[in-house]
């Protein structure tokens, strides 16, 4: 399965400001996704993001507050732009290939100040 | 709107005994179902997904579509089985993974 490298793997941010996410797959994959976890909760989708287009984002999630880069099909960036305390989580991105389930990042876990 | 529904936050068991962790689902199609782990200070990792039917570390879930479940289950649970686990979802082909709210399983010795 594909090998999916994120950072920074943590960040504590002063609110305002932006954090972008880098994700790099050691192989093609078709489609990537973003993910944010919550302190004890589970994986909630943030965007679907294609090669070429533009991402598809999930009811509640912006481009403006999280736009998304995906120049090639093996590297994507998620921005958290304009941090508030409210955006301290964990952030996943994941990648599927036609051949296997899905793969993740080790995450960033992102405390806003 | 698909669903995955985990009862359990919390299912703590001894050593050798038998696990089985929930998961029902809702989809009227046919979808792709998956069993994701996550050990302690470790990324998501994917355990099973009901189109290979194989068995990971002794664990085995079975697709019931009648009763849209997926159930994962072990015959004797090990203390290292302790970790969070995801059951999810997917329409297919690159369509997005839904996620249950997981189960947190504890093996005690």
């Known amino acids: 399965s594909a090998v999916i490298s994120q950072k920074p793997s943590r960040d504590i941010c002063q609110r305002g400001t932006s954090l972008t996410i880098q994700c790099q797959v050691d192989?093609?994959?078709?489609?990537m996704f973003w993910y944010r976890q919550q302190p004890g909760q589970s994986l909630t989708l943030i965007a679907t993001?294609?090669?070429?287009?533009?991402?598809?984002?999930e009811s509640g999630f912006v481009i403006d507050k999280f736009p998304i880069s995906r120049p090639n099909l093996t590297f994507s960036t998620l921005t958290v732009s304009n941090m508030s305390p409210e955006d301290s989580s964990i952030y996943l991105c994941?990648?599927?290939?036609?051949?296997?389930?899905?793969?993740f990042g080790s995450g960033t876990r992102l405390t806003v100040v | 709107a698909q669903r995955v529904t985990q009862p359990e936050k919390l299912l703590s068991v001894f050593k050798g005994a038998p696990v089985e962790l929930k998961c029902n689902y809702s989809y009227s199609g046919s979808p792709e179902l998956f069993w994701y782990v996550q050990y302690s200070r470790q990324r998501l990792q994917l355990l099973l997904r009901?189109?290979s039917r194989e068995s990971i570390k002794g664990f085995t879930a079975d697709l019931n579509k009648g009763e849209t479940s997926f159930h994962l289950k072990k015959p004797f649970a090990q203390e290292e089985d302790s970790a969070m686990y995801y059951c999810a979802l997917s329409l297919g082909g690159f369509q997005k993974l839904v996620f249950g709210t997981g189960t947190r399983l504890l093996v005690s010795p």
């Open positions: 192989s093609q994959v078709t489609m």
């Open positions: 994941s990648g599927r290939r036609s051949d296997y389930g899905y793969t």
């Open positions: 993001a294609n090669q070429g287009s533009e991402a598809t984002y």
């Open positions: 009901h189109i």
